[in-house]
């Protein structure tokens, strides 16, 4: 799942799991039971977590069980890293990509936590600016799947090593 917060993602996440039997993994279905709200993001946490789910999402994948990755995935390296060890797997990888415009992006927020608060995260205005500003929208050719991954960034021997430094409790 690609998207910014509000997109929708999580929602279509448990559709698709739900339609074909597969494990969903979700990093906010976690956070706030396991941190709270105030410590969503402190310390590097998501990302150890997000280490630790990566890792069960290939252990299934080896097992035959579909994986739906709840994450956002706001870079290219983070959506290059996961369909090449889906791919190094022989897992069909598939990018589902929801694009949220600012006005429905701040609604949905609001209304996500006027409804639900005690399983969602509050957001900034800031928040939301900086999470639009460093996301990389995917293009054609990368939602098509086209192509080889490309490499690894430079200093790195492939996207495994990548991925291990990125979130930690991965390798």
């Known amino acids: 799942m690609v998207g910014l917060p509000g997109a929708g993602k999580t929602t279509r996440a448990r559709r698709i799991a739900e339609e074909r039997g597969a494990l969903r993994l979700t990093p906010d279905d976690w956070m706030l039971p396991l941190?709270?709200?105030?410590?969503?993001?402190?310390?590097?946490?998501?990302?150890?977590?997000?280490?630790?789910?990566?890792?069960?999402?290939?252990e299934a994948v080896r097992l035959g069980t579909d994986v739906v990755v709840d994450y956002g995935c706001w870079s290219r390296q983070e959506r290059s890293a996961i369909r090449w060890l889906a791919e190094a797997e022989g897992a069909c990888f598939r990018m589902l990509y929801l694009p949220v415009d600012d006005r429905t992006q701040r609604a949905r927020i609001a209304r996500r936590w006027e409804t639900a608060p005690d399983e969602t995260f509050p957001m900034t205005e800031a928040e939301i600016l900086d999470g639009r500003a460093h996301f990389e929208e995917p293009d054609a050719a990368e939602l098509a799947g086209l192509g080889?991954?490309?490499g690894p960034p430079p200093g790195w021997t492939d996207w495994r090593a990548w991925a291990a430094n990125r979130w930690p409790s991965f390798g």
Do not use: I, P, T
């Open 148 to 150: 080889a991954v490309e």
């Open 35 to 58: 941190f709270g709200a105030a410590e969503a993001e402190a310390e590097g946490k998501r990302d150890v977590l997000e280490g630790r789910m990566l890792w069960l999402a290939l």
